[in-house]
């Protein structure tokens, strides 16, 4: 088996993977700033009970997807050394900027939002989840100014064959970086309120105690799919535009391409320069699933009739729909990715340049390995959700208030606790 085909695979793998996790973290996290918001405006139990529920769901999947992501960091020194060499003062630059923001800022402030109820003012508390919501929004748009860069490379010289980089600013304004970056975030919310809305369903097929309590978030994750539905087609059908300009083998005219394959073809040689044919029907099937999804206004009128909820057809099909939008992601993935082949770094880097010189056995190994640890993750994360869901909204270990008795109130500071 080829070296360089197992390296992709496994990369293929380790990302989709990871990006499953990245979906429902942006997701969650959008509804959980709602949901605080909500509770310290209206002082309603129920939104803090809300808050608690997908709170917790939000730290099994945060927790599990960090260990998928440590996983996928592997890969560039492992299996791309080339690209790391090549690339890196210019790629690792954007990368560096997400782990700072991702692993220091949006750590810390999880962790005081997690350890701080009852022990915060309402107002701090509520401040540490804006906090990881923001942080959390910037990791996603660093790594995007990265990918953004391997898909149309600006701001950078070349020397010794090594790129360095020139000019920052050319990152952040990369024209294939604003329309992608909307469309993965609008994505995750996508997500986030089907899963909201499927596992309310769920609940309320089930025919829960805590009717009311469901309906509600039933209806916050419907309205917020509807929305984010109009925003990803919107988002989606843009970058069209945007990346045609700049990689005209993937969405240019004939000529463009034409004149493009012959330009490659005197400065790398002989080969083929057009993107595979299945990125494009990845392309096509996220579309469809995209308009799909975009039905979801017509089940709007849960909103509004409990004899509708109680037809339960209309939940069912919300439950069905709960695997769509990770289906289209991870399509979407691989048209963008796989449009960009045979190159690493669009127009400069192949890809067999980009791969570490190691034997196709070695590679296997760790292909085999890496996919069994990453799926064991995944399955581990979906069972503790599915479990979790299914208990519902009672028993929950986040936020839990002190015993009775103990002197403390959730509006005493640190500082009172503490001593």
């Known amino acids: 088996m080829d070296a360089l085909l197992i390296a992709r695979l496994q990369f293929a793998t380790t990302t989709s993977i990871h990006f499953l996790f990245v979906l429902v ?47 996928m960091e592997f890969q560039f020194g492992l299996n791309w050394s080339g690209l790391s060499r090549y690339v890196g003062n210019v790629f690792g630059a954007p990368l560096a900027m997400e782990t700072l923001v991702a692993f220091f800022l949006e750590s810390t402030f999880l962790g005081m939002w ?23 929004y910037a990791s ?40 992608a970056f909307g ?23 089930r025919r829960t105690t805590d009717y009311a309590l469901f309906r509600r978030s039933l209806r916050i994750g419907l309205i917020t799919s509807a929305l984010a539905s109009s925003m990803v087609m919107g988002f989606g059908f843009a970058q069209f535009g945007a990346i045609g300009g700049v990689q005209p083998t993937k969405f240019g005219g004939d000529a463009e391409r034409s004149a ?36 979801s206004w017509l089940l709007l009128p849960l909103l509004f009739r409990d004899w509708i909820i109680r037809l339960r057809f209309p939940l069912f099909l919300m439950l069905i729909a709960v695997p769509l939008p990770f289906v289209a992601a991870i399509l979407g993935w691989l048209a963008r990715e796989g449009g960009r082949q045979p190159w690493a770094v669009y127009g400069l880097l192949p890809v067999s340049d980009a791969v570490t010189p190691i034997s196709a056995g070695v590679l296997l190994t760790s292909l085999i390995g ?27 270990a986040l936020g839990r208030s002190p015993q009775p008795g103990n002197g403390l109130d959730d509006h005493q500071p640190m500082h009172v606790l503490a001593g």
Request: aromatic share 12%; hydrophobic share 55%.
């Open 370 to 396: 890496f996919a069994v640890l990453l799926i064991a993750l995944a399955v581990t994360n979906w069972t503790l959700l599915a479990r979790r869901a299914h208990r519902g909204a009672h028993d929950l």
């Open 260 to 295: 493009i394959v012959t330009e490659w073809t005197a400065r790398f040689g002989p080969g083929d320069y057009t993107p595979p044919v299945w990125s494009t029907a990845a392309l096509g099937f996220m579309i469809l699933i995209g308009f799909a999804l975009a039905w």
């Open 25 to 71: 973290t942006l997701g969650l996290v959008t509804l959980l700033v709602y949901l605080q918001t909500a509770w310290a405006i209206t002082r309603k139990p129920e939104y803090e009970r809300l808050t608690r529920f997908w709170g917790t769901l939000y730290l099994i999947n945060y927790a599990l997807g960090i260990a998928t992501g440590i996983v």
């Open 183 to 205: 469309h993965v975030v609008s994505a995750a919310v996508l997500t986030g309120g089907l899963l909201m809305a499927g596992i309310s369903a769920y609940q309320l097929i």
């Open 114 to 136: 997690i350890f701080g109820w009852h022990r915060l003012r309402r107002g701090v508390h509520l401040a540490l989840i804006w906090g990881v919501a923001i942080t959390a």
């Open 140 to 179: 996603a748009f660093w790594v995007l100014v990265a990918n953004s860069w391997l898909q149309n490379p600006v701001g950078y010289r070349m020397e010794n064959g090594v790129a360095h980089l020139t000019d920052f600013t050319a990152l952040l304004t990369n024209p294939t970086l604003g329309m």
